[in-house]
């Protein structure tokens, strides 16, 4: 999925990344998409039948698999002031990043049913670009603002409400299946950008 020159930070220790560090990250990373998909999937899918707590458990679930993976891959190969950093201080991060972005999809969710499923994919760009620049920022220890203009991370954001937008005309117009792959393509594609910002190394606007 990642080329290998893009994909992994520079360790610590400024060694080259091994075979074994680009087999890691493309596992952390397939597994974090495969997490999202199956959280987002299955959420809709309950959601619609009226069943809020299963749907948000499998919400929940399939974002708690996505942020671990890449905690884990962030804390192996950031640098070491990251790793240093006490283990509550990224959970508690993680838990408000999570919350906020079931909030989004539920808020998402609730503007396609009242306007249009184009109205829903502008707000969910709209409400999941900040949360990708703040989770940008903090990692990368840069303003909020330098991300929030950043072109690949409005690009990542576009390409994941883009493929939200598609997911749910598909799904309306009776071909689930469908839309859950173009979901899960987006989402292939703004997890690869998303790394490659991730890069330990320095960087212009």
């Keep these: 999925m990642w ?4 994909a992994i930070a520079r360790l610590p220790s400024d060694a080259p990344a091994t075979t074994n560090d ?3 990250t493309s596992l952390l990373y397939f597994v974090a998409t495969f997490g999202e998909l199956a959280g987002l999937g299955a959420w809709l899918h309950f959601i619609e039948k009226n069943q809020f707590w299963i749907a948000n458990a499998c919400l929940l679930g399939g974002f708690v698999v996505e942020r671990t993976s890449v905690a884990i891959w962030l804390r192996k190969f950031q640098t070491p002031e990251d790793v240093a950093k006490p283990l ?14 079931m909030a ?3 808020v998402w969710r609730k503007s396609a049913a009242r306007w249009n499923v184009e109205i829903a994919g502008l707000l969910l760009f709209l409400m999941i670009h900040p ?11 840069q303003p909020l603002v ?11 954001s576009f390409v994941e409400a883009a493929g939200g937008t598609a997911w749910l005309a598909f799904w309306l117009a009776g071909y689930p299946g469908v839309g859950l792959a ?20 320095g960087f212009r606007v």
């Design 3 to 6: 080329k290998p020159a893009e």
């Design 22 to 24: 680009h087999a890691i």
């Design 88 to 101: 509550w201080k990224t959970i508690l991060g993680l838990a408000v990043a999570t919350a906020i972005e």
């Design 104 to 106: 989004i999809w539920h």
């Design 131 to 141: 949360l990708h620049a703040g989770e940008m920022a903090g990692v990368r220890h």
């Design 146 to 156: 330098k991300f929030i203009i950043r072109r690949p991370t409005i690009l990542f």
């Design 182 to 201: 173009a979901l899960g393509i987006a989402l292939l594609i703004e997890h690869h950008h998303q790394g490659m910002e991730l890069e330990d190394k």
